[in-house]
């Protein structure tokens, strides 16, 4: 190994020593609080030395949470490359999805502070473009499975699937945020277990995507 690509491999072991110390104080503290210094004194070394990988704590946590995007893509990559059906693909989507949520509650959270219009001034456009490309990944994954389930008759072709992904992706987020915030106040005030709600909700839409030859082989599978 010459002492350039030594000198390459020490760099990205750094990297991936700070983003440990990183993903660890985000974890505990969240973005809005987490400090520099504190991930500083987490991987032992100078803030100015943090500056040297990262161009702010903001990029920081893209970094970190893309690690979370790539758990969620190794998880449902094996799904796409199986002999399942397309309905049954989709369906396990949904599934591991909130096997997802529950494993790695965490990384769930990490993803939705994009949402934040000041936490986007603070993200460098290099980050910004590696983050839509792990992001595209993802989404790529499931807009196929869609296509090639309208090719097969068993989801409906007048839908656009890019549309179809975003709305079953929004809907099971959006009850997931409120299962992790909210979950034990619904069940103690309205007795409804917000889950359950989840399922439900997954069902009516999956049900409204597929065509007569796709709902005969959902029901199978209930």
């Known amino acids: 190994m010459g002492i350039v690509e030594r000198k390459e491999r020490e760099k990205e072991h750094r990297k991936e020593e700070i983003l440990d110390a990183a993903q660890k104080v985000f974890f505990e503290k969240g973005l809005a609080t987490a400090t520099m210094d504190e991930i500083a004194e987490a991987a032992e070394l100078s803030k100015g030395t943090l500056y040297l990988y990262y161009k702010s704590k903001e990029d920081m946590y893209l970094s970190v949470m893309m690690r979370g995007m790539e758990v969620l893509y190794k998880i449902y990559e094996p799904i796409v490359a199986s002999n399942d059906t397309s309905v049954q693909k989709l369906a396990k989507f949904g599934d591991t999805y909130k096997d997802f949520f529950h494993s790695h509650r965490s990384f769930f959270r990490m993803f939705y502070f994009l949402q ?3 936490f986007h001034k603070q993200v460098s456009e290099e980050m910004r473009q590696a983050c839509s490309m792990e ?9 196929g499975v869609l296509k090639r389930g309208m090719e097969e ?4 072709s007048d839908l656009n699937p890019v549309e179809v992904a975003i709305i079953l992706w929004s809907s099971a987020t959006a009850l997931l945020l ?6 034990e106040t619904w069940k103690e005030r309205m007795n409804i277990d917000l889950e359950h709600t989840l399922e439900m909700s997954n069902t009516l839409l999956f049900e409204a995507i597929l065509t007569d030859h796709g709902r005969a082989e959902f029901a199978t599978m209930k």
């Open 178 to 183: 409120r299962v992790d915030s909210e979950g």
């Open 153 to 156: 008759g068993v989801f409906r």
């Open 116 to 118: 934040a219009p000041h």
């Open 135 to 143: 992001s595209r990944k993802m989404w790529d994954l499931v807009i």
